[in-house]
Nanobody
Framework: QVQLVESGGGSVQVGGSLRLSCAVS??????????MSWYRQAPGKEREFVSG???????SYADSVKGRFTISQDNAKNMLYLQMNSLKPEDTAMYYC?????????????WGLGTQVTVSS
């Protein structure tokens, strides 16, 4: 099986910073792609893409977080990170990491349970 565990969320004031982490573990029967991503979901809204990192290290960001968030990855430790600076109230959401893995039959998206980020003014 594949398991993702997010951490690092919390409550901060506007302008503050947080660093989210995502720990990935998998059984030897699964193969996972190196590209991973962060999503978030605010109350009453759909889950949205925040940032992604490809196997070659290239990164992508939603327009709303460009210049403020930085995604990084440590493949040796099976960790994904999201450094969030200059946080705004609209960044308040549950943050999830996602990876795509295969059990040899099909490729599926795997998600963690999320970590809550709350930004207050």
């Amino acid at each position: 099986q594949v398991q993702l565990v997010e951490s690092g969320g919390g409550s901060v004031q506007v302008g503050g910073s947080l660093r989210l982490s995502c720990a990935v573990s998998r059984s030897r029967y699964y193969s996972c792609r190196y590209d991973m991503s962060w999503y978030r979901q605010a109350p009453g809204k759909e889950r949205e893409f925040v940032s992604g990192i490809d196997s070659d290290g290239s990164t992508s960001y939603a327009d709303s977080v460009k210049g403020r968030f930085t995604i990084s990855q440590d493949n040796a430790k099976n960790m994904l990170y999201l450094q969030m600076n200059s946080l705004k109230p609209e960044d308040t959401a549950m943050y999830y990491c996602k990876i795509v893995c295969s059990n040899g039959v099909s490729w599926l998206d795997y998600w963690g349970l999320g970590t809550q980020v709350t930004v207050s003014s």
